[in-house]
């Protein structure tokens, strides 16, 4: 079930103290992080900064509405589990968060799907199909070449390994929430790509997000 107008709603009816954009940007960013921390076993420096900026985001909004995120959570992964397709673009676009004072617009997800039936071709060997999406934003071209892997009955979560990057921290924050919840395994950095491609040039840790399914934690 694409649940995707419910969220819409929720995060209109959470709007008032703040504003819509805000509302989205926390609350990708309060998912990411919890995912990310829960996946962690080592409670190193970064952990704990990451625990830091969670808890700010919840002392931000409240109890029942950090419990409202995760409603709207569930709602994303009921989404993502029926339809495949970059659902937080979708949100993002459909809420009205993309004009010209934000300065970002996602690609519509039937572009994304044409571009990955045309760029993946038809005969893959075997092995592991590496893919790096230098400029990333919510990870829907990822998002669409795995549904075309699944489409053509290959096990996307066995046979993708992807490197995602993005300068914006709202597009990271998206991609790697999208990308966990399908369980695609992926590194997801924030920085630029021409100036500091992953992993050629260092970036600082807290800057670098693994999926659960990259760190082994789904098989």
Partial sequence: MNRTKEIISSINELSGQ???????CDWIKACALVIQNSCQMLHNHTWQEREKEYLQIAEKYGKDNMAEFVKMLAMLT??????????????YMRAGLGNKNT????????????CAEMSIPKDIPDGILT?????????????AAADVLKKRGINYQKR????????????????????????????????????YPYPSAGRPAECIFRTPAKMGLLI
């Fill in 131 to 143: 893919i790096n999406e230098p400029s990333c934003g919510g990870g829907g071209m990822i998002i």
């Fill in 18 to 24: 703040f504003a819509p954009y805000d509302i989205f």
């Fill in 160 to 195: 993708m390994d992807v490197v995602a990057q993005d300068l914006d921290w709202k597009g990271v924050y998206m991609c790697y929430l999208q990308l966990s919840l399908l369980g695609i395994k992926a590194t997801v950095v924030q920085g630029d790509t021409l100036r």
């Fill in 78 to 91: 009921e989404t993502l589990e029926t339809d495949m397709s970059d659902a937080l673009g979708d949100i």
């Fill in 103 to 114: 300065g970002q617009f996602f690609t519509p997800y039937p572009v994304s799907a044409a």
